[in-house]
């Protein structure tokens, strides 16, 4: 049996993540790799809950915040991942681990060591064998975002925010260049796409 593989997609709002992830499981399947998209916070029914009480009640307090985002990823990990991974297939996620690195650690001030503490006590082993960093001047991005008619918190944030969004992403793929590449996300879709094709091909020895 083949190794199972997690791929997971960051970036700011409006770099293209979601259509870029469920582009690439195509691509994977057609090339025979079973492969799961899925998203964070979500991807199982307890997470998705989560993620409506995170997105549309603002808890007041970040470790509370910081605190659900890791219980929904817990539930994500032992409900999904961990068995898709088991079950030799492919994993590809809408946001992961670096989305708390950023908009907790860098955004709301949580301790690196505390983030660090809880990775290591919920996802290890389940670390991205690659993470693709969809790389977009917040500006564009944001109009991207409002085009979608989608408005959450952080799209409403200032463009300070999303520059440290968007350099929090970058200072990880510099931090960690064996799991991360950066991806140029202001090409067209389809050539996005192409890159992420690429990449992966390069980094499994897939034939393309
Ligand atoms: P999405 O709309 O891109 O799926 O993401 C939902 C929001 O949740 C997005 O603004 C980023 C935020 N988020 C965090 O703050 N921490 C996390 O760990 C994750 C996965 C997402």
């Given at each position: 049996m083949t190794p199972g593989r997690l791929i997971t997609l960051e970036g700011g709002e409006g770099s293209g993540k979601s259509t870029q992830a469920s582009r690439l499981v195509d691509d994977l399947r057609s090339q025979g790799i079973e492969a799961v998209l899925t998203r964070e916070p979500g991807g199982v029914p307890l997470a998705e809950q989560i993620r409506d009480l995170i997105l549309n009640t603002r808890p007041a307090a970040s470790t509370a915040e910081f605190l659900l985002f890791a219980a929904a990823r817990a539930e994500h990990i032992a409900e999904l991942i961990k068995p898709v991974i088991e079950l030799g297939q492919w994993v590809v996620c809408d946001r992961y681990i670096d989305s708390t690195r950023v908009y907790?650690?860098?955004?709301?001030?949580?301790p690196a060591e505390l983030i660090s503490a809880v990775e290591t006590h919920t996802v290890a082993p389940y670390f991205p064998d690659l993470t693709l960093m969809l790389d977009l001047n917040p500006a564009i991005g944001r109009e991207r975002a409002l085009m979608r008619g989608d408005t959450n918190r952080y799209d409403q944030a200032e463009a300070q925010v999303h520059e440290t969004i968007r350099q929090g992403f970058l200072d990880i793929a510099a931090r960690e260049p064996d799991r991360c590449v950066v991806i140029?996300?202001?090409?067209?879709e389809a050539d996005i796409a192409g890159q992420i094709s690429r990449v992966v091909a390069r980094r499994f020895g897939l034939s393309g």
């Open positions: 907790q650690g860098e955004l709301s001030s949580i140029d996300a202001s090409e067209s």
